[in-house]
């Protein structure tokens, strides 16, 4: 079986990185922290890509690891979650998953036209976004908006729980995905900076030390990124190891962003901390999105239960 990437998804995955690149350098991400409307003209762009929610697992899997690259902001992230859940690849959305009914966390729910929101039962309710009140919760991640909405009464329709399921899977690989662009990014920025620093005359990559870290920490990546692209193929193919690989994706992902953050920072010295060194933009990103779609913890213990249950 070859896994190689089609020349259509070596296309989407290099127009992708060129629009990031240019489009979406980190004094962008940087500006985004003091004027949230700096995301706007890169928008403009992704939102000709919003699409790829409603297609195959792979292609919005590369994508998204472009955009984790970049720790692009804006409600890219929401609208692709939004469109595969509702199947409306129009309008930009988003998802709120209802734990608590009188109080919400939702992504972007500021830069969004519709709302879809999903009850215990499951049942689903799609509502428009200026119609809730919104409030804007700060979060250790300036890239990304998080607010809390007042939710009133709403006529919500029964939603498919085998639909819903494999929704939620597609959500954990997704949320992988961009998790393991971020921390390549702070892998490569990391591995550039020990070439270039010095000490004792020569590059502190040529310690011992710091070889070992830079190994493990491409390891640990390669891992999380092979573990990603086998969950969106089983969700493509419709595998019946999809639950399980949708876990492990989500708890490699966090590992790889938790073990390549710590190491990052600490080869970057005292430089990392500093806030003009864009590292903690990166950083910040990879520590946020443990929390979405479930922690590493969490799914550890999904994937206990499934060793369990067989």
């Not at 409306?88 to 919400?104: E, F, Q």
């Not at 969950?231 to 590992?255: F, L, Q, W, Y």
């Not at 990879?286 to 499934?306: I, N, P, Q, S």
Request: some cysteine; charged content about 25%.
């Amino acid at each position: 079986m070859d896994f190689s990437l089609t020349p259509d998804q070596e296309l989407l995955r290099d127009t992708g990185r060129k629009l990031l690149e240019r489009e979406c350098p980190p004094a962008l991400v940087r500006a985004h922290i003091d004027d949230p409307s700096a995301y706007e003209p890169l928008w403009r762009h992704l939102s000709e890509y919003t699409a790829l929610g409603a297609g195959p697992a792979a292609d919005l899997c590369l994508f998204l690891e472009e955009t984790g690259y970049a720790a692009a902001p804006g409600p890219f992230l929401a609208t692709t979650a939004y469109t595969a859940l509702t199947g409306d690849a129009v309008t930009t959305g988003t998802v709120a998953l209802v734990d608590d009914p009188t109080l919400l966390f939702v992504l972007e729910a500021e830069r969004v036209d519709r709302i879809a929101v999903v009850l215990p039962g499951p049942r689903l309710a799609v509502v428009d976004a200026t119609d809730l009140p919104v409030h804007f919760v700060a979060t250790v991640d300036f890239s990304r908006r998080l607010f809390t909405i007042d939710l009133p009464h709403l006529d919500a329709q029964p939603l498919d729980a085998e639909m819903y399921a494999h929704w939620r899977e597609r959500a954990y690989a997704c949320m992988a995905a961009e998790m393991v662009g971020t921390a390549r990014r702070i892998f490569d920025m990391t591995l550039a900076y020990a070439k270039e620093r010095k000490q004792f005359d020569v590059p502190i990559g040529s310690f011992q030390a710091i070889q070992h870290k830079l190994a493990d920490m491409s390891l640990v990546l390669e891992r999380a990124t092979a573990a990603v692209h086998y969950a969106a193929m089983t969700i493509d193919g419709n595998d019946p190891d999809r639950t399980r690989a949708c876990h492990v994706a989500k708890a490699s992902a966090g590992e790889a962003a938790r073990r390549i953050l710590k190491d990052g920072i600490q080869i970057h010295g005292g430089i990392g901390y500093t806030w003009e060194h864009d590292l903690h933009l990166y950083l910040r990103r990879a520590t946020a999105d443990e929390y979405l779609f479930g922690t590493t913890g969490w799914h550890l213990d999904r994937l206990a239960e499934l060793l369990i249950d067989t």
